[in-house]
């Protein structure tokens, strides 16, 4: 059950994107954070069920939330969505623990296909 | 100026630069599968400028002081200007061994591997706004304009066609090597009105 949700973009328009295009059986409160810092906080502050992630942010970027969350043992599902699309930043998220990896510009239903996949929804 | 930096505002260079920033992530993974390396992209930068406060804007940033070789592609349809590449200049001797070249590099080769990093670079990018913004753009093959110049030396407003410039920066730099590539992308001024009217269509989306 996801009782709520991080997305977590330096841009409005992204979060806005990202927001709208979760499942709307998440009834959930979603929080937003502009970068890895504010992410952080919200992390320890709020616990949510789910991290959408960017990678690139000014402050932290991704890379850094993912090493932070990992040193703290913290399991909280992340699903990164990244403008950044070689295959080392892919292989560096999964290493730091991101449990899936979705490629902007987002594809209608790319988001639900893979919390499906994950077993959240 | 001042009515077309209003009109270009938060929700406009938010989207832009989300445009922008994905459009580079395509070109930057061109460019590492071309160099066999990871590339580190930075947050693209907006700036909004009348030319002659160009050297102004951009001496803000540190990599514009060393001398550099610098590359420029034109592009029109839709929205006309020119996207700009700057490469370092020690960066530029790196080159070779990131494009496997072995033995000496003759003038021709360095020439030869300039443009295709620039082509790859600018074409990638403007390829990746072009399809997020659904308008199509027809390129001009890249051309070096000058090496071993500064950014100083080299933008002087009398040698600027453009009245405004609308610049996104954009840092690229490899792992492991010195090797930095800044691009700018100017824009004519009549393409702010389709600009803005296909930017608006994308915040109505939402």
């Known amino acids: 059950m996801i009782k709520s949700i991080l997305v977590v973009d330096d841009s409005k328009m992204s979060r806005k994107l990202v927001i709208r295009a979760l499942p709307e059986e998440w009834d959930s409160p979603v929080h937003q954070a502009s970068n890895g810092l504010e992410a952080l906080d919200i992390v320890h502050d709020k616990s949510p069920d789910v991290i959408f992630l960017d990678l690139t942010m000014p402050e932290l970027d991704g890379f850094g939330v993912l090493a932070a969350l990992q040193k703290e043992e913290n399991k909280v599902p992340v699903i990164v969505i990244s403008a950044d699309v070689q295959t080392e930043a892919y292989e560096r998220a999964i290493g730091l623990g991101a449990r899936a990896f979705i490629q902007k510009p987002m594809g209608p239903g790319d988001i639900r296909k893979v919390v499906q996949e994950l077993g959240l929804l | ?206």
């Open chain 2, 1 to 206: 100026m001042t009515r077309l930096k209003d009109q270009f505002n938060e929700d406009r260079r938010d989207a832009l630069q989300e445009v922008v920033n994905i459009a580079m992530g395509q070109a930057g993974d061109s460019l590492a599968k071309l160099f066999g390396t990871f590339v580190e992209l930075s947050i693209p930068k907006f700036h909004l400028c009348d030319v002659t406060e160009l050297n102004q804007v951009l001496s803000k940033n540190d990599a514009y002081v060393e001398k550099m070789t610098i590359l420029r592609q034109p592009f029109s349809g839709q929205l006309r200007g020119e996207g700009i590449a700057l490469f370092n200049n020690s960066g530029v001797n790196e080159l070779a061994s990131l494009m496997g070249y072995e033995g000496e590099v003759t003038f021709g080769n360095e020439r030869e591997m300039l443009l295709d990093v620039c082509s790859i670079l600018v074409g990638a990018c403007l390829n990746g706004v072009a399809s997020q913004l659904e308008i199509s753009l027809s390129y001009t093959a890249p051309t070096i304009i000058t090496k071993d110049t500064t950014i100083e030396e080299f933008f002087k407003p009398e040698s600027i066609q453009w009245r405004y410039a609308m610049i996104m920066e954009i840092c690229l730099t490899l792992e492991q090597y010195d090797f930095t590539s800044n691009m700018l992308l100017f824009l004519s001024e009549d393409s702010f009105p389709p600009l803005m009217d296909k930017l608006d269509h994308m915040l109505d989306e939402l």
